[in-house]
């Protein structure tokens, strides 16, 4: 299944893998972030999954990426918990596996990485509230960092 996705005939299995357990690294980190991750933000990582599915062009690596995992989720899911990996250092991997891929479509992927961070942090805000704390602020800001993309507005003081 892995070395079938996409037009990126030029990633190996195991940098597909990397790729793959990516979205699930930019959940963890914001969704750890704060008190709790709770399942309001999980059932919204999953909505962003399939709302990037709608996001990238055909034959891209975004579209492979979004397709495999909106299909095989909680597989993946499982997975990425049973990997040991630290979510820091699998964002680090993903992003040396994303310098393989074009330009135009790893800062894409990248970005729209950002986007679901963001939107899983908020997730579980309420009217009145920040609309992120402040540890998911700082974790915002390292994602960013790790994922070589700006910091969203949303995360600068």
Known sequence: MLSTMGDSADLSGDQWEVLLKLPFAAYTIVATAGD????????????????GRASFGDGTTGAALTDAVAENLDMLWSAYRASG????????????????VP???SVAVRDWLLLVALRVA???????????????????KDLARWLKRPVPDIARP
């Open 103 to 105: 330009e135009g479509e």
């Open 85 to 100: 990996r630290s979510p820091e250092d699998l964002a680090k991997r993903g992003v040396k596996v994303l310098g393989k």
């Open 122 to 140: 908020a997730a579980s805000r309420v009217v009145g509230e920040p609309p992120v704390s402040w540890s998911e602020v700082y974790a915002l």
């Open 36 to 51: 709790v991750a709770n399942e309001a933000q999980f059932r919204c990582f999953r909505e962003e999954i399939e709302h």
